[in-house]
């Protein structure tokens, strides 16, 4: 079975509701939200997002809990050693954001990792060790937060598989932190997803296949090694579409979760079409 959706809104006045009725929409059996909007830190009670009615929705259409993710919004960076006013500011949103999470009951929270701001990978990276540990430490619920691989632009800390594991090596909940494997940012990092066994098998090796908990399937409008993070539609970038079908149906991904996150075409949602096209292929 392959498990798959896009990213969907989550806006008033429906919320949840709205969210799996937009996945259901495209024709997923996944998607990914974000509990409000991704750029800001306002949120809205979780008592407005009609979770009883989208539950009953979810459950008429055998849509599965386990396969709502959530994003964390991009504000956090609990990296950032220059001002620790904003790597604090993060811990504590996270440890809400935890809550929220629980609260939807989704089980799977991705977190992009952190910039350094200069003040280089190995500070940023026990910032990050530091502020994740000080969140897990006091959080009792077993929600699993997948750290997204980056396209290595800026001071992102993430762009190498190694640079997650030494974070990883030092959280002391092991069995809460994982990684969400996004292929436009890999592909942006430099690695080559056209020999797609040998990054698993690298993946496999520093962190552990075991530990890879979302997939995010993008395009890329950049050439591999690019460090730019523009996520481009299906086929239509320098991975191409050969290149991620394989992904999508590679066997040993089977029960991953995979995520669209591809540009609007026209103003309009191109995923139930995508959704569509990667499901359709046959070797
Ligand atoms: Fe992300
Ligand atoms: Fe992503
Ligand atoms: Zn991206």
Known sequence: MIYIGSHVSM???????????????????????????????RRVPIG????????????????????????????????????????????EFLSEE??????????????????????GVETGSQWIVNGLNEVLDQDESD????????????SEIGSRFEELAAIIDQIHKKERVKVCLDTCH????????????????????????ENLAVLHINDSKNERGARKDRHENIGSGHIGFET??????????DDITKI??????????????EIARLLAWKE
């Open 48 to 91: 407005k997002f009609k979770l009883d009615e989208a539950k009953k929705l979810m459950e008429a259409n055998h849509f599965q809990m386990e396969r709502v993710i959530v994003h964390a919004p991009y504000i956090i960076n609990l990296a950032n050693s220059v001002k620790p006013e904003t790597a604090q500011f993060g811990v």
């Open 186 to 209: 890999i592909h942006d990092a430099g690695y080559d997803l056209t020999q797609f066994d040998q990054v698993l098998e690298q993946f496999d090796q520093i962190l552990g296949l």
């Open 143 to 154: 929600i699993v937060i997948a750290l997204e691989t980056m396209a290595g632009k800026g």
């Open 244 to 253: 991620l079908v394989r992904i999508v149906h590679h066997p040993k991904l």
């Open 260 to 273: 669209l996150e591809t540009p609007y075409i026209d103003s309009r949602p191109p995923y139930k079409e």
């Open 11 to 41: 806006k008033a006045p429906d919320y949840m509701l709205g969210s799996i009725r937009e996945a259901l929409s495209y024709d997923a059996n996944a998607c990914m939200i974000y509990t409000g909007a991704p750029q800001n830190s």
């Open 98 to 119: 935890l809550k929220r999470v629980s609260q939807i009951g989704a089980k799977t929270l991705v977190l992009h990792p952190g910039a350094h701001m200069k003040a």
